[in-house]
């Protein structure tokens, strides 16, 4: 039992000290009225998603003011309550 709840302790703390999964994409379309952008992303990796062209909602901590159509960024995404929502975006370094 003591080796089961220590395997557990370091898998949670490992995870927390985990680097983001960063995710290069391109802007497709910003609406910021929606809090919603659409990216054509590559392969989430976390997700076990495929590159395609998808719109997703934007968390109230991205500001979306800053970044243009076309512009090229990277993104980490969670899901919050059924839906895929960018929680981070910066531009492409």
Known sequence: MKHGIWALLL????YAWAA??????RIVKIEPEKARVTLDHQRI???GMEAMTMPFKVDEAVKLAPFKV???VRFTVTEKNG???VDQM????
């Open 70 to 72: 076309g512009q090229k």
């Open 20 to 25: 983001p999964d960063w995710t290069p994409a």
């Open 83 to 85: 839906h895929l929502v």
């Open 45 to 47: 990796k976390s997700m």
């Open 11 to 14: 898998a949670c703390t490992t």
């Open 90 to 93: 910066e531009p492409a370094k």
